[in-house]
Structure formats: structure tokens, C-alpha cells
């Protein structure tokens, strides 16, 4: 066996803190627990948390350890420069961090050899994939919560969690059932792709029309009337957050949905919302970066949607100053007429050539996004595979022990969508007891980690339906409601039947498997910008080009109405009689002006 590690001195967190705020460096939540696991890290066995820490991965899927060619990959697009940003600032404050403690010394009880590159890298992955935010004491803090930290995500889970004083645990809510034996999801929270990939390393692949490329304005604190702007932008231009992946299935049922159980003014309010929200998606506002704060527009931009808050926001900045009062008295009465022709070319003029210098920094398609993007898919499902048959061996092994996760002696109820209170239709599905077991392997959509379930009890006011509580506290193995509790040593047996369930690893190596899966990410996020991206510029071109028309139109009519005038002065001018063309002339310039 390889020699222990040497025993590291114990790390005085409170003089590693104060060294750095001396040094005047912003110090943020995630810098300090990352120091913490590194320097727990190399405990080796003589750590508190040794298991927990032995079973954390080596190698993460965060921009913060992608290698110079899965970067290029994901140049040109919107993670590919949101990945630039989170790794400069990263080695930005490695710098930092390392001068500190090197001049801290042993009062810091933090080796400078410990805190390498490559060890901040893996901490901030850690901490920014596996950490939880927890109220405590009312105090949100980010923890390190074993077993929590390996459930895997669901956009539409109505699962919640949080700490509980009295039995100093984490306790899971579930408020859907779920079948006996699956896989239990959590909700990460209404994270798109772009953050789903930064803070937990994968992708969701989903419908083209919920995919988003996401646009930013920074406004420089020098443009006249900022305030002003501001306020009028706040009033008019309506963004909207994201919404929930639940409350948009919810929509779409209603919306396209078999049946008329729904009235029709119903149905037709969910296809309006359906086809509209898209629209206004995004925020306005002050942004809070390190030193201060930067006025912000941020847009998501869908496939073949025009984004309405995004244009009126470009018709307020690009408004003069002295016009601004009139400019809001149109908008509250019309608040998508614009002012004037010119302006509004010149406002899509401007985003099209923005957009167009994007899609540009996407490239060409290559001939293996394709089959990049194929892979993806097969990935994904392979995971599920394998976490189907890593829960049915728990099961099995559970079964073995007297302790199976069971459905309820009740006759099946009805319940309604995912999260829904209302009892009152939906299809006929039987709810489970949680019992103790849970999933082991598959993690993060590739086969990567394990999962648990818990102890649960029937929410008596739906039937024994709807709850199943898991617990998981102090690394403890989780519980059943059975008669026959699930004792750590069962619990650990039916974990290791999980886990020995997964398929044969793959001959190639942990490091060679997450390169491959970076390329694929990157290959179907580049595809999707560049669609969204290309149909954008086109919507946005043919609308100029429109403009153009009635501009030219109207520029013809005012002509033909000036020379009827004048042929009609001088006609009046010898004595004919000239003077109905020039005011015919005069009425089609008036239609003109109308028209434009």
C-alpha cells in the first residue's frame, strides 16, 4: 500500500480569513470552502469526512478544469464566453490567494504546496456542483451535506429540502409520487443549459423552441438620462423571468392537450401565453461585479421570435436625451409603434450586425457536431439505463433483507400534474412509501455518481398519495417505513449491489470519458445558438427591409405631392387651370404620410 500521507497541521480558517481581508482581497463564500476541502482533502484517512471525501470525484466537468481544446470547442458561443470569464477571474484570484498565504506562513496551518492551480480548480468544481445553500440559524450557508450531494436533477421534480433544528438534518420533501424502485430526482432549480453546464457539468437536450441564447447590454454610466432611461425601461419594457420547467408543462397541457375538460377561453389564454412569453424573457437592472456594479440588459433569445422587451429597450437607448419625455408619452400609448422610420432601421440595423458578428464567431458548421450531438443523446439515455439498474438492485437487495421500498394497501388514486394541489384528474397512477434505498451510480445524466432514498410516511391528508420524506444526516444511511428498519449495514449492502449493477467501466478513462462528453456539450450548444442566432438576423432583415419599403414609398408620395404643387402654381400662374392636380397631389402626399 502507498505510504500515508503526512499529517497536516490543522488549518486556523479564522487567520486564513482575516490575512485575506487584510489584503484587502473580496473574499467570497466559495474561496474559503474550497480552501476547507482541499486542506480536508489531504488528511487522507485522519479526516473526519475520509469516506465522504474518497468518494468525491477527481475529475469534474466545470469550465474551471476544461483543457485549451474542449475550450476552442465551445468558441463563439454564449457558455464559451461566460466559461472565459469564470476562468479568468479563477486564476485571477489564485494569484491572489497564494500570495496571502505564503506571507501567512504556519499561522495560516495551510501548506503553500497544497493550494495548487489544479487543487482551487477542483475545489470551486466541488463546491459550485455538490454544495448546498441551507437556512440556518437565519443564515443561508453553503454546506457539504454527504449523500445529498449525489441526487441527480429533474426540471419538473416537486421534491424541496431543507435543514430541520430539531433533528439536526437535511430532510427531503417529496410532493410527487414516485414508482417503486425508480431513480428519486431533486430540482436543481430553473437553471438553463448555460448554468446547468457551468455549476453541475452536463446539458438537458430538449425542444429547439426552449432553447435560448442569451444577449447582454452594458450601459455605460456616462449615456445622458441613465436614470431616466432606466425608469422608462423598468416601465415599458416588460421582462419577465424564465419560467418554470413545472409551470410550463402545465401550460402546454392545457394549451395542446386532449380533451375539452378545459373551457375554451382557458385553452386559448394558454396558447397566448405559450406563443408570447418568449418574448419578454430577460431582466434590466444594476449587476453587481467585483468593485462596484454595472447597469445590465440581459435577453433570451428564442428560434423565430422577435423579442419585444429587447426592442423597446433599443428604442430607449438609442433615443435622444431632449426626446425622452415624448418618446414615453408613445409608449404608453403604443408601446411597439416606435417614433420615427429611421430610428427603428437603425435599431435593428444595430442588433442585426451584433447578432451577425456572434454567429460569425460560431464558424462554420464541422462535420462532427453531428454526430457529436448524436453521441449526447446515447450518453444520456445509457445513464438512465444504468441508474434503472442500479435502483432495481437496490430494490432486489432490499427485498433480500425484509426491508423493500413497497407501494401503499390502497386502491390507486387520482392525482393531477406533477406539483398540483387539485385532486381531480390526471391519470390513474399508484403512490409508493419511500422506503430506505435509493440509486447508486449514474449520476449527472452519465453514469457518474450514486443517489439514496429514504424513510417516507403518507400524507394522510391525500390518501397516503402525495409525500415521501428522505432524510440523510451526518452521513448516515437513510431509513424505511417498515416494520423492519433499514440498518446502516443493510443499507451499505444494498448500496454496493447499486453500485456493482452498473455496467463494466468503460476502457476508457475517467479524464477521456468527460473530454468526449465536453465535446459533445459543446458541439449541441454551438448548434443551438447558431440557429436561434441565424433565425434572429433573418426576422430582423426582412423587417428593415420592410421599413425601407414604406420609407421609399412615402418619400415617393411627398414627391408626386410637391410636383402637382408646383405644376399647379404655375399653371395658376398663366392662367390655367392646374390647380386640382396640385391639390390631388397634395392629398396623395397626406395618404403617403398616413401609410408611413
Same mark, same amino acid.
Given at each position: 500500500p502507498p505510504p500515508p500521507p503526512p499529517k497536516q497541521p490543522p488549518m486556523q480558517i479564522d487567520a486564513v480569513v482575516?490575512?485575506?481581508?487584510?489584503?484587502?482581497?473580496?473574499? &467570497?463564500?466559495?474561496? $474559503?470552502?474550497?480552501l476547507m476541502l482541499i486542506h480536508e482533502r489531504a488528511k487522507g484517512a485522519g479526516s473526519k469526512w475520509a469516506a465522504h471525501m474518497a468518494a468525491l470525484p477527481t475529475v469534474v466537468d466545470s469550465p474551471f478544469m476544461y483543457t485549451e481544446e474542449e475550450m476552442k470547442a465551445f468558441e463563439g458561443s454564449n457558455f464559451g464566453r461566460l466559461a472565459e470569464r469564470v476562468r479568468a477571474q479563477a486564476a485571477t484570484d489564485y494569484t491572489a490567494i497564494a500570495a496571502v498565504l505564503a506571507s501567512a506562513g504556519a499561522r495560516a496551518g495551510f501548506p503553500p504546496a497544497l493550494f495548487t492551480p489544479e487543487a482551487y480548480r477542483w475545489g470551486l468544481a466541488l463546491v459550485w456542483s455538490r454544495f448546498v445553500s441551507l437556512r440556518v440559524k437565519r443564515q443561508s450557508v453553503k454546506y457539504m451535506v454527504p449523500y445529498f450531494d449525489m441526487f441527480n436533477h429533474a426540471p419538473t421534480a416537486a421534491v424541496h429540502h431543507a435543514y430541520d433544528a430539531k433533528t439536526d438534518a437535511v430532510v427531503l420533501t417529496s410532493e410527487q409520487p414516485w414508482d417503486a424502485g425508480s431513480q428519486v430526482c431533486i430540482n436543481y432549480g430553473e437553471l438553463s443549459n448555460i448554468s446547468l453546464l457551468k455549476l453541475h457539468g452536463f446539458v438537458q437536450q430538449q425542444e429547439a423552441n426552449l432553447e435560448h441564447f442569451r444577449t447582454e447590454i452594458s450601459i455605460p454610466a456616462t449615456l445622458a438620462g441613465l436614470e431616466a432611461?432606466? %425608469?422608462?425601461?423598468?416601465?415599458?419594457?416588460?421582462?419577465?423571468p424564465m419560467p418554470g420547467a413545472v409551470m410550463l408543462g402545465k401550460v402546454a397541457a392545457l394549451a395542446f392537450g386532449e380533451g375539452d375538460d378545459e373551457p375554451a377561453e382557458m385553452r386559448e389564454t394558454a396558447r397566448k401565453y405559450w406563443t408570447t412569453w418568449r418574448a419578454f424573457v430577460g431582466s434590466s437592472g444594476a449587476v453587481p461585479v467585483r468593485g462596484g456594479s454595472v447597469m445590465q440588459i440581459t435577453a433570451e433569445l428564442f428560434k423565430d421570435v422577435p423579442h419585444t422587451a429587447l426592442l423597446r429597450t433599443l428604442r430607449i437607448l438609442h433615443c435622444d436625451a431632449a426626446q425622452l419625455p415624448e418618446l414615453d408619452a408613445a409608449?404608453?400609448? =403604443?408601446?411597439?409603434?416606435? #417614433?420615427?422610420?429611421? #430610428? !427603428?432601421?437603425? $435599431?435593428?440595423?444595430q442588433l442585426s450586425r451584433a447578432l451577425i458578428e456572434q454567429t460569425k464567431g460560431l464558424g462554420d458548421k464541422r462535420p462532427e457536431d453531428a454526430t457529436r450531438v448524436a453521441e449526447l443523446a446515447a450518453v444520456t439515455a445509457a445513464g438512465e439505463a444504468a441508474m434503472a439498474a442500479a435502483t432495481a438492485a437496490i430494490q432486489a437487495s432490499l427485498t433480500a433483507a425484509g426491508c423493500a421500498v413497497a407501494a401503499p394497501e390502497v386502491a390507486p388514486v387520482e392525482h393531477g400534474a $406533477?406539483?398540483?394541489?387539485? !385532486?381531480?384528474?390526471?391519470?390513474? $397512477?399508484?403512490?409508493? &412509501?419511500? +422506503?430506505?434505498?435509493? +440509486?447508486?451510480? +449514474?449520476?449527472? %445524466? =452519465?453514469?457518474?455518481?450514486?443517489?439514496? +432514498?429514504?424513510?417516507?410516511k403518507g400524507?394522510?391528508?391525500?390518501?397516503?398519495?402525495?409525500?415521501?420524506?428522505?432524510?440523510?444526516?451526518?452521513?448516515?444511511?437513510? #431509513?424505511?417505513?417498515?416494520?423492519?428498519? &433499514?440498518?446502516?449495514?443493510?443499507?451499505?449492502?444494498?448500496?454496493?449491489?447499486g453500485f456493482a449493477a452498473l455496467p463494466p467501466a468503460p476502457a476508457t478513462s475517467p479524464a477521456d470519458a468527460s473530454h468526449a462528453y465536453r465535446l459533445q456539450c459543446a458541439a449541441y450548444v454551438r448548434a443551438n445558438d447558431k440557429a436561434i442566432l441565424e433565425s434572429q438576423i433573418r426576422w430582423m432583415l426582412t423587417d428593415i427591409q420592410e421599413l425601407r419599403g414604406i420609407a421609399e414609398a412615402h418619400n415617393a408620395a411627398n414627391a408626386e405631392a410637391a410636383g402637382g404643387e408646383e405644376g399647379g402654381a404655375a399653371a395658376a400662374a398663366s392662367g390655367g387651370g392646374g390647380g386640382s392636380s396640385g391639390s390631388e397631389g397634395a392629398a396623395a402626399g397626406g395618404a403617403g404620410g398616413a401609410s408611413a
Open positions: 482575516t490575512a485575506l481581508r487584510n489584503a484587502k482581497f473580496e473574499l &467570497v463564500e466559495d474561496d $474559503v470552502l474550497s432611461r432606466m %425608469r422608462m425601461i423598468e416601465k415599458h419594457a416588460g421582462f419577465a409608449m404608453r400609448r =403604443k408601446p411597439d409603434e416606435g #417614433t420615427d422610420i429611421e #430610428t !427603428e432601421v437603425a $435599431v435593428l440595423q $406533477v406539483g398540483d394541489d387539485d !385532486e381531480d384528474g390526471g391519470e390513474e $397512477v399508484p403512490s409508493i &412509501v419511500a +422506503g430506505g434505498g435509493g +440509486g447508486g451510480g +449514474g449520476g449527472k %445524466r =452519465k453514469g457518474g455518481k450514486g443517489g439514496k +432514498g429514504g424513510k417516507g400524507d394522510k391528508k391525500k390518501g397516503g398519495a402525495g409525500k415521501a420524506t428522505a432524510e440523510a444526516a451526518g452521513g448516515a444511511a437513510a #431509513t424505511a417505513a417498515s416494520t423492519v428498519p &433499514v440498518t446502516p449495514p443493510i443499507a451499505a449492502a444494498a448500496l454496493a449491489a
